[in-house]
Nanobody
Framework: QVRLVESGGGLVQAGDSLRLSCATS????????MGWFRQAPGKEREFVAA????????YYGDSVKGRFTISRDNAENTVALRMNSLKPEDTAVYYC????????????????WGQGTQVTVSL
């Protein structure tokens, strides 16, 4: 069982940066691939980024490539999402998720989810 708690969301202006963090419980954090997803009002939950248990494999959704960076610290049981050059279309609730095995961008593959943190980007 893995418990996930996101933090770091807020209201920022277009072009600003923001760093989200996901704290996890459990001694087996290093076994899990971690992902970030987001959901805007009225839209499907969208893949943002994922990282393998070792940090050696990283994937990004097309809409955030070159702007967002995912990282993890297995010693601290945390995964972070650095978001640069934010746009109004990045406004969404951001969720941290965990799964055993490979990091992929399929929402249904992740059995463990946090409660989400709101990110709002204004013009």
């Amino acid at each position: 069982q893995v418990r996930l708690v996101e933090s770091g969301g807020g209201l920022v202006q277009a072009g600003d940066s923001l760093r989200l963090s996901c704290a996890t419980s459990g001694r087996t954090f290093g076994s899990y691939a971690m992902g970030w997803f987001r959901q805007a009002p009225g839209k499907e939950r969208e893949f943002v980024a994922a990282v393998s248990w070792s940090g050696g494999r990283i994937y990004y959704g097309d809409s955030v490539k070159g702007r967002f960076t995912i990282s993890r610290d297995n010693a601290e049981n945390t995964v972070a999402l650095r978001m640069n050059s934010l746009k109004p279309e990045d406004t969404a609730v951001y969720y941290c998720a965990a799964k055993i095995g490979e990091p992929i961008g399929i929402r249904s593959a992740y059995p463990y989810w946090g409660q989400g943190t709101q990110v709002t980007v204004s013009l």
